[in-house]
């Protein structure tokens, strides 16, 4: 699986925008970006994933760079319960479906 | 949809025992599940993959005679920590592949051997 990087740490206010980046300059021609969220002490949540085109859902938006080369996960509004570590994953895509975690964004969002 | 739990929650055992952790998808049959370990302050790592009819896949440095996978049928993988010692202590959490593209996980284990 390709390795990615991430910000240690970011803070965002309440109710603004939250744009995590995540760079993963090795991804290969089938593997997706995958977001996933770890609340403390829970098990991580699925945000959202992408393979070439930007995506949408209920949670989030993902804007994938044109080379695929990196990617921002974009929070449009950002609540206190936000408050997580944002893992940014690039892999799947293949026979084993394998999802390599690295070490997050841990993001705070400030009342 | 795509839910996916795990018993028990968190357990206690005594240096030595062996204890098995089950993670089944509630609403969705999953032919793949992936069994991760937790250390505080650490990122998820993962241990084994684990396919339904089949051996599990194990990490390279992960000792699958300690760490018993059973995948029995397509909602229902169990992880058996053998001879449990307290650096076995961590947070396991297990994912399950709904459809090839996407993994839905656990809340997780909490295990602590004293």
């Known amino acids: 699986d390709a390795k990615t990087t991430q910000p240690p740490s970011m803070d965002c206010a309440e109710g603004r925008a939250a744009n995590l980046p995540c760079n993963h300059s090795?991804?290969?021609?089938?593997?997706?970006v995958y977001w996933y969220r770890q609340i403390h002490s829970q098990g991580p949540q699925y945000i959202i994933h992408?393979?070439?085109n930007n995506e949408t859902n209920e949670m989030a938006s993902l804007i994938i760079t044109e080379d695929r080369k990196s990617s921002t996960l974009i929070l449009p509004h950002a609540t206190l319960r936000d408050t997580a570590v944002y893992y940014c994953?690039?892999?799947?895509?293949?026979?084993?479906?394998?999802?390599?975690f690295g070490t997050g964004t841990l993001l705070a969002v400030q009342p | 949809g795509a839910v996916v739990s795990q018993h028990p929650s968190w357990v206690i055992c005594k240096s030595g025992t062996s204890v098995k952790i089950e993670c089944r998808s509630l609403?969705?049959?999953?032919?793949?599940m992936f069994w991760y370990r937790q250390f505080p302050k650490q990122s998820l790592m993962l241990m084994a993959t684990?396919?339904?009819?089949?051996?599990?896949?194990?990490e390279q440095g992960v000792e699958k005679d300690k760490f018993l996978i059973n995948h029995a049928s397509l909602t229902l993988s169990t992880l058996t920590v053998t001879s449990a010692h307290p650096e076995d202590s961590s947070f396991y959490i297990c994912?399950?592949?709904?459809?090839?593209?996407?993994?839905?996980f656990g809340p997780g284990t909490r295990l602590l051997v004293l």
């Open positions: 994912s399950a592949d709904r459809g090839g593209e996407t993994q839905y």
């Open positions: 090795t991804i290969s021609g089938n593997e997706y």
């Open positions: 992408g393979l070439k």
């Open positions: 994953i690039a892999g799947g895509g293949g026979a084993t479906n394998k999802l390599i």
């Open positions: 609403d969705f049959q999953a032919t793949t």
């Open positions: 684990s396919n339904e009819g089949s051996k599990a896949t194990y």
